[in-house]
């Protein structure tokens, strides 16, 4: 018999097409000769049955400002053409664009209603590298309120923080969207890596289950940022349902559902004191196996300072449960209080386990030792988010250095500190 509770839920349950666009990289001086393609793009997806379309971060005027100053002038025209689109296309649409606000610029989202009235704006909470330059930090996260449901707007840098995330989508958020500028080192222009693309946008929406939509750019702007594609669309459940090209313009599009179940949250966290960061580097020997707990041989061999198992790891580390993992704001506490090892004991055996273990690790600049029991198998992945040993077979008792100087690098770009970030939204989630 259906409760009231999955009655409901049913109801709310809507499944609707979403487009993200993938723009050709250009500067702030070629917006006027790049609209009307961009203006097209919009028209195009909105033809192929789009009800939802995003526009990459920095569309309007483009990602870098430079020095010269903004007022919002040079974007007035494009930006009341967004609004007759939005009308006249009857979409809800998400265009990145730079927004002037009392003395103030902010990389903000501007999103426009069906009727082509503007809903709201986001403003960029997580500022990156030359961003800060420009830009003004966001000060609030809220949805932003729409016809097709509240959208949980977050730009580029901001899905680096799951804290972030989970307040929008706490806060009412029934769909992630991300007008984004994933940039790429180029150090194998085979693969643009970026590691949103790559692994924390299917994160985001697993852990939070709702759909995501990330809409990027490609090539190159003034010749000093690379973009590296994979503008996505990701189910509630962390499936990839369509993802763009690393180097070509495209319009991506899918369906989606929601309003569907709520995300698992963990209970109160006690996160315990004496699991605070370590000073001195040490090698760590693993095992799920119990009865190498107290086999000082083995740890000799190895020369292994300790020797973590399921029993032994907390006293050296913090030590966490699934409910705590796949939280986004579970081991975001953990590294607020200063802890940067945890172990992890889980039974999870979805496919996500890895997923999540190598998410936490580079997110929150920790090293995790994960023990599987189904498997029956432990490994450590460390700060960088790189499995730097693990068990097999035979193999029973792995070992790595644990090294808090990599903990304690929390710049993850130029003036781009995590744990500021991870401080700065836990404030904003109050």
């Not at 309003?259 to 605070?276: D, K, N, T």
């Not at 913090?318 to 004991?345: E, I, M, Q, S």
Request: net charge negative; hydrophobic share 45%.
């Amino acid at each position: 018999m259906a409760t009231a509770a999955n009655t409901l839920a049913a109801v709310n349950r809507r499944v609707f097409k979403v487009s993200a666009i993938q723009l050709l990289a250009h500067d702030r001086a070629s917006l006027p000769r790049v609209w009307p393609t961009i203006a097209q793009r919009i028209r195009d997806a909105a033809h192929a049955g789009a009800h939802l379309v995003v526009l990459p971060e920095g569309t309007l005027p483009a990602y870098v400002l430079g020095r010269r100053p903004f007022d919002g002038r040079e974007i007035a025209e494009a930006l009341a053409e967004c609004g007759s689109l939005a009308r006249d296309l009857k979409i809800v649409l998400v265009a990145g664009a730079a927004r002037a606000h009392e003395g103030r610029v902010y990389n903000s989202a501007i999103v426009f209603d069906t009727g082509g009235e503007v809903a709201g704006s986001a403003d960029k909470h997580f500022l990156w590298h030359f961003d800060r330059q420009w830009f003004a930090p966001a000060e609030q996260l809220a949805p932003v309120r729409t016809s097709l449901g509240n959208l949980g707007v977050l730009i580029c840098a901001d899905g680096r923080i799951p804290t972030i995330a989970r307040t929008l989508v706490d806060r009412g958020a029934e769909i992630l969207v991300m007008p984004t500028a994933w940039v790429t080192s180029g150090r194998d222009p085979g693969n643009l890596e970026n590691i949103q693309a790559d692994l924390l946008a299917r994160v985001r929406a697993r852990e939070n289950g709702v759909p995501f939509i990330a809409a990027n750019k490609c090539g190159v702007e003034l010749e000093c940022v690379a973009y590296c594609g994979k503008s996505q669309i990701v189910s509630a459940g962390g499936q990839v349902s369509a993802i763009a090209s690393e180097t070509e313009p495209e319009i991506v599009l899918a369906e989606i559902e929601i309003g569907g179940g709520r995300p698992q949250r963990a209970s109160e966290l006690r996160v315990p004191a004496h699991a605070a960061r370590k000073t001195r580097s040490a090698r760590l020997a693993i095992s799920i196996d119990e009865s190498f707990a107290g086999d000082d041989d083995v740890r000799g061999i190895l020369e292994a300072d300790a020797m973590l198992t399921p029993a032994t790891a907390a006293g050296h580390a913090a030590c966490v449960d699934d409910d705590a993992v796949f939280d986004p704001g579970g081991l975001a506490a953990y590294r607020l209080a200063g802890v940067d090892l945890v172990a992890w004991t889980t039974q999870s055996d979805d496919g996500w386990q890895i997923a999540f273990a190598r998410a936490r690790a580079i997110e929150l600049r920790m090293y995790v030792v994960v023990f599987d029991a189904k498997a029956g198998r432990a490994y450590a992945v460390d700060p960088d988010g790189q499995i730097v040993c693990g068990t097999y077979g035979d193999y029973k008792v792995a070992s790595f250095t644990f090294d808090p100087a990599r903990t304690s690098q929390t710049l993850v770009a130029p003036g781009t500190d995590v744990l500021a970030g991870l401080e700065r939204a836990h404030a904003h989630a109050r």
